[in-house]
C-alpha cells in the first residue's frame, strides 16, 4: 500500500482521500517512510534534519533540509477528523507537499540555504504557507536550495549538494532543485519552488517534472525572502499538468500585504485545461532554438513541434528581436536587486553575528562567513552596477533592455497564442561539472530568463528523453518551455495538458520497475536502448 500511494499522482490522491479509501494519516506516513529510506535525514523527534553532507549515503537525495514530521502527522490526524464529521474540505485536503525554504513557515527554521540564517525561526507564515495551511494541504517540511535561490544546480547550498533522482552522480537544477527532487524522488506528489530567472522551470526539465513560474504578481511574496523582488515569483512542481493546476488555483491570491501584488484576479488556470489544442497557435521562437542546444535536446524539440502540429495546432514562427540581450540584462538586474535585498544580513537585526572590535568589523565579518562565493559574487556585481557612475550604463541600460523584451513578446502573442521552446540547453549534467564556471553556468537559463524579464507566465513539462553526451547509453529527461501573455497562464495549461496527454510521459526515474527493485538509476534494455 505504501508504495502505491506514493507512486500516485497528487490529484489521484485527493480522489481516494475523498472517497474514504485511503485517510490522510496513512498518505502522510507513506510519503515520511519514503524520506526516511531515500533522503538522508535524521528521522527521530518532531523535526527530522538533514545529515551532514558527507554523511550521506550513495543512494540518498538529500531534498530535505528539515522534514516537520510530528506537525505533518498532527495535521493529516486533524483532517480526517473533520472529514469523518462530515466537513467539506478542499480538493486537495491531505495531499503532502513539500516546500522550499526560501518560504517562511511559522515554528519551523528557514534557512534559505545559507549559514546566514542557520537556526532562524520565523514567528509568522508566508502568504502562500498560509494558504496551503487553509486548504489543508499538508506541508511535510523544508527543502534544500542554491542559496538565496541564487544558482542553477542547488550545488551553492550551504547544507550540500541536493542529487537528481534520475541519475544520482547529476544536478537537478536550481535554484528549487531540493522541490524538484523530493517530487520526482517520490518523497511528495506536490511542492512549492520560486522562480527569478527559471529557478522553477530548469529543475523540473532536469528532473522530468511540470514546473510554473505563474504571472508575476499573481502569487504573494510575503513571506519569501527576496533575491530579486521584481522577478521572485512561487509556483508549483508536480507529476502532472493537472496537479500543477490545481495547487497554482491555490497559491494565487492578491495579497494586499505585497506591494506587486495584482489587484485583478488571477486566471482560472482548471476552466478549459481539457479543452485541446483546435484552433490554438503554437509559436514557435526563432531566437531559442538551434545554435546552443545538444543534439539530442533539439531532437526532442522538434519532435514536439511536430506533436503539435498532429493534435491541430497552427506552428507560426516568431521573432524575439532582443532575446539575446536577457541573460546579460538579467545577470545585471538581478543581482543588482540582490545587493539591495541582502544589505539587511548585518550581524544587527537578525541572522548569524559574528563579534568584532568595531561595527564595521563585525558586519563584514559576519557577511564574509554567512555567505558563500556565488552570493557574495552576485552582490559585488550588483553593487558595482548601481555605483555612483555606472548606474546608467549597467542598471539603467539593461532595465531599457527589460522594456524591449516585453515589448517583443507583446509584439509574438499578436501572432500566437502561446510561445514554445527547450527549457534547458542540455539534459542534467554532472555534479562538479560547471561550478568552476560561473558563466557556463549562467547560460543554463538562457531560455527561461526571457519571460522571467517580462513577468509573462511560463511552465516547462517533459517532451521526452535524450541521451547523455558524457555517458553513452543513459537517457534523461528534456523539457519543453510553453508561456503565454500576462494572465493568460489557462491557455498555457490548455496547452500543456494537450500535450502532456499524447506524449504520456513515466515521470518516475527508470519507471514503476526500477522503484520497486529499489534502484535510482535508468535501466538499460538488452538492446542498449533505455527501459521504460
Request: aromatic content about 6%; glycine content about 10%; charged content about 20%.
Amino acid at each position: 500500500m505504501a508504495a502505491d500511494l506514493v507512486t500516485r499522482s497528487a490529484t489521484q490522491l485527493a480522489a481516494a482521500l475523498a472517497a474514504g479509501e485511503v485517510s490522510a494519516r496513512e498518505v502522510v506516513d507513506a510519503h515520511l517512510d519514503r524520506i526516511a529510506t531515500t533522503d538522508g535525514v535524521v528521522a527521530d523527534g518532531d523535526v527530522w534534519a538533514a545529515k551532514d553532507a558527507g554523511a550521506l549515503g550513495p543512494d540518498e537525495v538529500h531534498a530535505f533540509l528539515q522534514v516537520t514530521a510530528t506537525a505533518a502527522r498532527g495535521h493529516a490526524d486533524d483532517i480526517d477528523r473533520r472529514r469523518a464529521a462530515g466537513e467539506v474540505l478542499g480538493p486537495l485536503a491531505g495531499v503532502p507537499l513539500a516546500l522550499k525554504d526560501v518560504l517562511t513557515m511559522r515554528g519551523a527554521p528557514t534557512t534559505c540555504g545559507s549559514k546566514m540564517l542557520e537556526g532562524w525561526i520565523p514567528p509568522y507564515d508566508a502568504t502562500v504557507t498560509e494558504l496551503l495551511r487553509a486548504a489543508d494541504v499538508v506541508v511535510l517540511g523544508k527543502t534544500n536550495m542554491d542559496e538565496f535561490a541564487m544558482g542553477s544546480s542547488t550545488e551553492n547550498s550551504a547544507y550540500g549538494d541536493t542529487r537528481n533522482p534520475w541519475d544520482l552522480d547529476r544536478v537537478p537544477g536550481g535554484s528549487s532543485g531540493g522541490s524538484a527532487s523530493a517530487v520526482a524522488a517520490l518523497q511528495a506528489p506536490l511542492s512549492i519552488g520560486t522562480d527569478t530567472g527559471g529557478s522553477i522551470r530548469q529543475p523540473a526539465a532536469l528532473t522530468g517534472l511540470v514546473g510554473v513560474k505563474p504571472t508575476y504578481g499573481t502569487v504573494s511574496r510575503y513571506g519569501l525572502v527576496a533575491f530579486a523582488s521584481s522577478l521572485d515569483q512561487a509556483g508549483p512542481f508536480a507529476r502532472s499538468v493537472e496537479d500543477a493546476a490545481q495547487l497554482q488555483s491555490i497559491i494565487q491570491h492578491h495579497d494586499p500585504r505585497d506591494s506587486t501584488s495584482v489587484p485583478q484576479a488571477a486566471p482560472d488556470v482548471l476552466a478549459g485545461l481539457k479543452d485541446g489544442l483546435e484552433g490554438l497557435r503554437i509559436g514557435v521562437i526563432s531566437e531559442l532554438r538551434g545554435e546552443g542546444y545538444e543534439p539530442g535536446v533539439a531532437r526532442v524539440y522538434q519532435e514536439a513541434l511536430e506533436r503539435f502540429e498532429r493534435l491541430g495546432a497552427e506552428i507560426v514562427e516568431v521573432s524575439l528581436p532582443h532575446a539575446a540581450y536577457g541573460l546579460p540584462a538579467y545577470y545585471l538586474i538581478a543581482p543588482s536587486e540582490c545587493s539591495s535585498n541582502l544589505a539587511r544580513f548585518d550581524g544587527v537585526r537578525y541572522g548569524l553575528r559574528v563579534d568584532a572590535p568595531t561595527a564595521e568589523e563585525m558586519n563584514a565579518a559576519t557577511r564574509a562567513q554567512g555567505f558563500g562565493p556565488e552570493v557574495k559574487r552576485r552582490i559585488m556585481i550588483g553593487t558595482h552596477a548601481l555605483s555612483s557612475g555606472y548606474f546608467d550604463a549597467y542598471y539603467l541600460q539593461a532595465s531599457k533592455v527589460r522594456t524591449l523584451i516585453a515589448r517583443d513578446f507583446q509584439a509574438a502573442f499578436e501572432s500566437a497564442d502561446v510561445l514554445v521552446s527547450p527549457t534547458s540547453p542540455s539534459v542534467a549534467f554532472g555534479l562538479g561539472t560547471k561550478t568552476a564556471d560561473p558563466i557556463a553556468m549562467y547560460l543554463n537559463d538562457v531560455a527561461t530568463v526571457p519571460a522571467s524579464l517580462a513577468g509573462i507566465p511560463a511552465l516547462s513539462l517533459p517532451a521526452g528523453l535524450a541521451e547523455a553526451p558524457d555517458q553513452p547509453g543513459t537517457a534523461l529527461p528534456v523539457g519543453l518551455q510553453m508561456m503565454a501573455p500576462l494572465l493568460r497562464d489557462d491557455v498555457m495549461y490548455r496547452a500543456a495538458w494537450a500535450f502532456e496527454q499524447d506524449l504520456s510521459f513515466d515521470p518516475t526515474p527508470a519507471g514503476p520497475r526500477a522503484l520497486a527493485a529499489g534502484s535510482w538509476r535508468p535501466t538499460t534494455a538488452d538492446n542498449g536502448e533505455v527501459a521504460r
